[in-house]
């Protein structure tokens, strides 16, 4: 097994960053053809979602095949490489497959427990299924862990420990209150029918809003999700299907706004919520300062043109952890603080060493041509100063500004779409509460975990030995073929020679020597087989293929046609299971 995955996900990049470098649907289809296309990787699979973009890969060689995925990510992402390299993780072999599972978990999701990801691992496999990117290794790998996160799901408390992203923003808008209580009457736009706006909107039905209106480019799909959401035998909430261009005007009807387009614009500008808010309160919007939660996804609006720190690329060795490594915190700077204090280097680095020893030295200050009278008539003049002034601040800190309260919003807008469909300077509106990809990012990092979590972790490490060993022993397989496709040979030779030197043996005593002698060779393969299947399938087992090959001078080519013939129709067999099992294919 040569598995690697290259990516960056919401531990390890910046909303920012992420938003920039997500992928349509036709640029997956590309990034797959060319990765299939490149030397070192044979098999590929996109994984793609609002908070994470990875590529895996069959690769034979693992170097090259970090150089190459890496460059693809960068090509079809459209961000520079040099860009992007700080904020890329790396997974290889056995980590990358605790990776994948961990994932399909919703062990390494923004809220953890979520069982979304579920449905995106599902498309993320057709799809390469559909562009013939995804062989053997990644079909096993993709299946079993689907398989992973439905045990994780069905044998602990995984879900307690978290909801789906968008019951976790609902939860954001409602700021601590009940959230069926919020809800309960409002009018809502979805805009967008694709698998998140869709489940937008079953989950706003389902915890009583009083009225749904779905955009839609495609009217066709808006109105199926409206016949879907009325025909629901669990909600009487009422739904209406409107065109795109109707939005600016059912949002200055709307409560609640929920978006998640695959639009590469925004769909809801600040002028155009700016109207939505005039609209329904009849007095202009004041523009304030964003507080608490908003705080963070107002600073790449305001601040958009200030990069983040880069990091060194995270490796195998710190798979662990889909983050970049922690940097020191700066050093004081002494220049800096000066500055601050409105005084020189020099003064403030003798008034440290004054506070330090509790003196200066005078030795030293009169070898530097310092006057002691003159120093203790400075520290004198100091002392009466600030005894009639008061103490004087060693930094000068701005007066609080005094900030008018926020009035209570009228509009509350969820934005699950990357990249974002909402201006980010909605989050200074006043009157509208805004809760985006990054507020959520930052709001769930501090989420207690449940502790059914530890046992999730011990499923995906069971699962992760386990497929570890099935691939190792699979491995060798096609050599065991091939050398008793090799054994069965030489004893058909040696019976066609025993049949010309005795001509006259019939044929019941030629079939009590043929079936002696394949006896003889079963039994002196019997142990040596099973053993090298066990001991292949131990971590570092690959090798003994390859002592297999050359001890009994196998043919390579052998070996290699019975790996092709059972991967084709092992892949066969998969597909159609997969085709089967992907006809409910829920919404992802």
Same mark, same amino acid.
């Given at each position: 097994m040569s598995?690697?995955?290259?990516?960056?996900s919401h @531990?390890? &990049?910046p909303?920012?960053?992420?938003?920039?470098a997500?992928?349509? $649907?036709?640029?997956?289809?590309k990034?797959l053809?060319?990765t299939? &296309?490149?030397?070192?990787a044979t098999?590929?699979a996109?994984?793609?979602?609002? /908070?994470r973009?990875e590529?895996y890969a069959?690769?034979?060689k693992f170097?090259?095949?970090?150089a190459e995925l890496?460059?693809l990510? $960068?090509?079809?992402s459209?961000?520079?490489l040099?860009e992007?390299?700080p904020?890329?993780?790396?997974?290889y072999?056995?980590r990358a497959?605790?990776?994948l599972?961990s994932v399909?978990c919703?062990?390494d999701?923004?809220?953890?427990?979520?069982?979304?990801?579920?449905?995106q691992? +599902? /498309?993320?496999?057709?799809?390469a299924q559909?562009l013939?990117?995804?062989?053997r290794?990644l079909n096993d790998?993709?299946?079993?862990?689907?398989?992973v996160? +439905?045990r994780?799901?069905?044998e602990t408390?995984i879900d307690?420990?978290?909801q789906?992203?968008v019951?976790?923003?609902?939860?954001q808008?409602?700021?601590?209150?009940?959230?069926r209580?919020w809800?309960?009457?409002k009018k809502?736009l979805v805009?967008?029918?694709?698998?998140?706006?869709?489940?937008?909107?079953?989950?706003?039905?389902? *915890?009583?809003?009083?009225?749904?209106?779905?955009a839609n480019?495609?009217q066709? @799909? $808006?109105e199926?999700l409206?016949?879907?959401?009325?025909?629901?035998?669990?909600?009487?909430?009422?739904?209406?299907?409107?065109p795109m261009d109707a939005?600016p005007?059912?949002?200055?009807r709307?409560d609640?706004a929920v978006?998640?387009t695959?639009?590469?614009g925004?769909v809801?500008t $600040?002028?155009?919520v700016?109207?939505?808010?005039?609209?329904?309160?009849g007095?202009?919007v004041?523009?304030?300062q964003?507080?608490?939660?908003e705080?963070?996804?107002?600073?790449?609006?305001?601040?958009?043109?200030?990069?983040e720190t880069?990091?060194?690329?995270?490796?195998?060795?710190?798979?662990?952890? /889909?983050r970049?490594?922690?940097?020191?915190?700066?050093g004081f700077?002494l220049m800096?603080?000066?500055?601050?204090?409105?005084i020189?280097a020099?003064t403030?680095?003798?008034h440290?060493?004054w506070?330090?020893n509790g003196t200066?030295? @005078?030795r030293?200050?009169?070898?530097?041509?310092?006057?002691?009278e003159?120093?203790a008539?400075l520290?004198t003049a100091l %002392? &009466?100063?600030?005894?009639?002034?008061?103490?004087?601040p060693e930094?000068? @800190?701005?007066?609080?500004?005094?900030?008018?309260?926020?009035?209570?919003?009228?509009?509350?807008v969820?934005?699950l779409?990357?990249?974002r469909?909402?201006d980010a300077?909605?989050h200074?509106l006043a009157?509208?509460r805004?809760v985006d *990809?990054?507020?959520?990012?930052?709001?769930?990092a501090?989420?207690p975990?449940?502790?059914?979590v530890?046992?999730?972790?011990? *499923?995906?490490?069971?699962e992760?030995?386990?497929?570890?060993?099935a691939?190792?022993?699979?491995h *060798?397989?096609p050599t065991v073929? &091939?050398?008793?496709t090799?054994a069965a040979d030489v004893?058909?030779s040696?019976?066609?020679?025993?049949?010309?030197?005795?001509?006259?043996?019939?044929d019941?005593?030629? %079939?009590?020597?043929t079936q002696?002698?394949?006896r003889?060779?079963?039994?002196?393969?019997?142990?040596?087989?099973?053993?090298?299947?066990?001991?292949a399938?131990?971590?570092?087992?690959?090798g003994?293929a390859?002592?297999l090959?050359t001890?009994?001078?196998?043919?390579?080519e052998?070996?290699?046609?019975v790996?092709r013939a059972?991967?084709?129709s092992?892949?066969s067999?998969?597909?159609d299971?997969?085709e089967m099992?992907?006809k /409910?294919?829920?919404?992802?």
């Open positions: 598995l690697l995955v290259v990516g960056l @531990r390890s &990049a909303v920012s960053l992420l938003e920039r997500s992928l349509s $649907a036709d640029g997956q289809d990034l053809q060319d299939v &296309a490149a030397e070192p098999e590929a996109v994984l793609a979602t609002c /908070n973009i590529l069959d690769v034979d170097h090259a095949g970090v890496s460059t990510l $960068a090509q079809h459209g961000v520079g040099e992007l390299t904020y890329l993780y790396v997974h072999e056995d497959v605790h990776h599972f399909a919703g062990l999701s923004m809220v953890v427990g979520e069982g979304q990801i579920l449905g691992i +599902k /498309n993320s496999l057709a799809r559909e013939h990117t995804a062989g290794l790998l993709f299946q079993q862990a689907l398989r996160g +439905k994780a799901h069905s408390g307690r420990a978290g789906s992203l019951t976790f923003g609902l939860e808008l409602s700021a601590g209150a009940d959230v209580t809800a309960r009457g809502a805009i967008g029918a694709g698998s998140m706006s869709s489940l937008a909107a079953a989950t706003l039905a389902r *915890i009583g809003v009083g009225e749904i209106v779905i480019r495609t066709d @799909r $808006a199926r409206v016949q879907i959401l009325t025909e629901g035998d669990d909600t009487d909430v009422s739904a209406r299907a409107v939005v005007l059912e949002l200055t709307a609640v978006s998640c695959g639009a590469t925004l809801l $600040a002028e155009t700016t109207a939505a808010v005039e609209g329904r309160t007095a202009p004041t523009v304030g964003a507080t608490g939660e705080q963070g996804s107002a600073r790449t609006a305001v601040r958009t043109d200030v990069r880069p990091v060194p690329l995270v490796g195998a060795a710190h798979a662990d952890e /889909n970049p490594l922690d940097l020191a915190e700066p700077s800096g603080e000066s500055a601050v204090a409105g020189d020099a403030l680095e003798q440290g060493a506070v330090d200066v030295d @005078r030293e200050s009169a070898r530097a041509g310092a006057d002691p003159t120093d008539e520290i %002392a &009466a100063t600030a005894a009639s002034a008061g103490r004087v930094h000068r @800190r701005p007066e609080p500004v005094a900030v008018a309260p926020r009035p209570e919003p009228v509009l509350f969820l934005d779409a990357m990249p469909d909402v300077a909605a200074r009157g509208v805004l *990809i990054e507020s959520l990012a930052e709001a769930s501090d989420a975990m449940a502790a059914d530890d046992q999730v972790r011990r *499923i995906v490490s069971d992760v030995t386990a497929f570890g060993a691939l190792r022993a699979a *060798i397989t073929v &091939a050398l008793r090799m004893v058909s040696e019976i066609a020679r025993l049949e010309g030197r005795l001509p006259s043996l019939d019941k005593h030629r %079939a009590e020597i002696t002698v394949r003889v060779v079963d039994k002196l393969l019997h142990a040596p087989t099973v053993r090298v299947k066990q001991l399938a131990e971590p570092g087992g690959a003994y390859d002592a090959r001890l009994f001078d196998l043919d390579p052998t070996v290699a046609s790996s059972d991967r084709d092992d892949d067999e998969k597909h299971d997969f099992h992907s /409910n294919r829920g919404p992802a």
